[in-house]
């Protein structure tokens, strides 16, 4: 099996899934590099899961053409199935058996896996190695399905809303365990509807809603591309608050400074954040 | 730890997938560790069959008239027969029903694991439990309940078959059957009912002699009323065969049926399995 360095790992166009009336997907094209971590970010119902199920070769597609390393996901053989990692949003892992005896059995399915003893301790179990499952905490299973999905050693891991439920700390860690994954070269796609977890692990994200991509790019780029214009906020000498959405911040400052002769109360200059991008692209800035 | 240089991937793909046979024997490994680590469900499992036996041969214990036997010898190959159906049909039945319901299924469908390899798990486990229900329910019918072992090596024989046959029939409609429950919630009364209908029906709580034709005749369109009688024409006296439906064992029609079953089960379980609960789409 050949791979090319510069194929895309995951090549999608025209992607389409309806259920019954509803459209899941309408219409999504992605492209994601080797070796990249690519963010798939939008509100819960966007489309997000049925798209990466249908990488992961568990769900039918409508239309559209769908390549992952090079493969059609839904005439996966053995062999692709060994070079992607799936780590699923809603997870179960035989309670009975203890976290050593499932990552060493799940590693006899692989043709090269990774050491079982190595991915315990990299997903930060190895306290808990020669505990029941069922005896585990809920972020404690998540990272067991983390190892369960890297113990192959895959080239692309496919992660579905991995920190969903997660404590602040437990996302920390489990975002550090992804970065570790992508520093040794593996290419990462995830869901999220977290934004600053997007922000903080993808190189390139899109945006999706309601079934399409809405914006694509790197976090820094989609700011700069959609979040144009600043807000400027002070406090007029009768109390009243005001805010001013201008393209020229620096003059409006220096209106205000002429105005106020000193000290302008309350002063706050603010770009969007990628959030206020994030909301007005997926229609959701009401919600705030 | 600190970050570890990228790894060589595309080059170092040499390495073959492993054996459908090998990962086979691992499955089994599993599940029967998994199953044995379920205390409250071996204990139901075992002594089930058990506990029906001392009830009903202890309840019915009259000599039956004229077939040289008492009632309580009836039912040790009923139960066991019984025991062989619980440990395939129903544990296979109600276990992949919860695994899909719970996506265990759908996870290992993500791995390179053949399919194979979990079909070839769960027939080792039932093997397993299932011989040790037979041997355990054997031990109890020849100490208590004045049942011989076979005599002639053509009775064992019999009794091979009819176990092999058996089992294999009945965990082929238990894994069939697991498609039909919408949860794992319902997935134990989904299987038990028409089990418990079968076990009424084909001489297993009552008396063969007892039950009206026409609901043998239904009972006779499945396997478990051939086990029964098969086991009955192992362990009992030639005697007894006036009580049959056919005033004879009917040893060639119980392998023909079983038979049957086994070409049919498995055909069903081809056209019917699912790595995913239909709700999931």
């Known amino acids: ?288 | 730890m600190t970050t570890t240089a990228v790894r060589s991937r595309t080059d170092a793909r040499d390495g073959r997938l492993p054996g459908v046979w090998g990962l086979g024997l691992r499955r089994s490994a599993l599940e029967i560790k998994q199953f044995f680590r379920q205390r409250d469900q071996v204990v139901f499992t075992f002594a089930f069959p058990v506990v029906f036996l001392f009830l009903f041969a202890s309840i019915f214990s009259d000599d039956v008239e004229g077939a040289g036997i008492k009632a309580s010898q009836l039912y040790v190959p009923a139960m066991m027969a019984a025991g062989i159906m619980s440990t395939s049909f129903q544990s296979l039945g109600v276990s992949i029903a919860v695994e899909r319901d719970e996506k265990v299924l759908r996870r290992l469908r993500g791995t390179p694991m053949p399919p194979a390899a979990y079909f070839l798990g769960k027939i080792w486990l039932v093997l397993v439990t299932g011989i040790l229900e037979t041997a355990i329910l054997l031990l109890v019918g020849t100490t208590l309940y004045d049942v011989a072992l076979p005599s002639d090596a053509g009775r064992w024989f019999a009794f091979a078959w009819i176990f092999v046959l058996g089992l294999t029939a009945c965990a082929l409609l238990g894994i069939a059957v697991s498609s039909v429950p919408k949860s794992s919630k319902s997935a134990s009364s989904v299987v038990v009912l028409p089990f418990l209908v079968l076990q009424f029906i084909s001489g297993v709580y009552i008396a063969i002699d007892t039950i009206p034709d026409w609901m043998l005749n239904i009972g006779a369109l499945f396997p478990l009323k051939w086990m029964c009688q098969g086991l009955r024409g192992v362990f009992l006296p030639d005697s007894a065969q006036v009580l049959e439906q056919a005033g004879d064992w009917e040893f060639g029609r119980t392998a023909l049926v079983l038979g049957a079953w086994c070409v049919g089960g498995l055909l069903l379980c081809l056209l019917t399995f699912r790595w995913k609960n239909r709700r999931a789409g």
Do not use: C
């Open chain 1, 1 to 288: 099996m050949t791979t090319h360095a510069n194929e895309l790992a995951v090549d999608v166009r025209g992607l389409r899934k309806q259920y019954g009336d509803v459209t899941a997907v309408d219409g999504i094209d992605l492209g994601i590099r080797r070796g990249e971590v690519f963010g798939l970010l939008g509100p819960n119902g966007a489309g997000k899961s049925t798209t990466v199920e249908i990488l992961q070769g568990n769900r039918d597609r409508d239309a559209g053409e769908v390549s992952v390393l090079g493969a059609d996901p839904a005439h996966g053989t053995r062999a692709w199935r060994s070079r992607v990692g799936i780590v699923w949003q809603d997870e179960s892992a035989p309670a009975e058996l203890t976290v050593v005896e499932t990552v060493r059995h799940f590693a006899h399915y692989y043709p090269r896996p990774r050491d079982p003893e190595e991915v315990i301790g990299l997903v930060g179990l190895e306290g808990k190695a020669g505990s029941r499952i069922k005896a585990l905490s809920g972020g404690q299973r998540r990272r067991l399905d983390v190892a369960l999905g890297v113990i192959g050693d895959p080239e692309l891991l496919l992660l579905d809303e991995p920190t969903t439920g997660f404590d602040p700390a437990a996302r920390r860690q489990f975002w550090d365990l992804i970065r570790k994954l992508s520093v040794e070269g593996t290419t990462i796609l995830l869901t999220t509807h977290y934004l600053e977890e997007a922000e903080a692990l993808a190189d390139r994200l899109a945006v999706v809603s309601r079934g399409r991509v809405v914006a694509e790019g790197e976090p820094a780029a989609l700011r700069e591309r959609y979040g144009s214009g600043a807000t400027v906020e002070w406090t007029e000498p009768d109390g009243a608050p005001r805010a001013v959405p201008t393209d020229t911040p620096t003059r409006t400052v220096a209106e205000l400074m002429r105005r106020f002769d000193g000290e302008i109360p309350g002063l706050q200059v603010s770009r969007p954040t990628l959030e206020d991008v994030y909301l007005r692209l997926t229609g959701q800035e009401d919600a705030r």
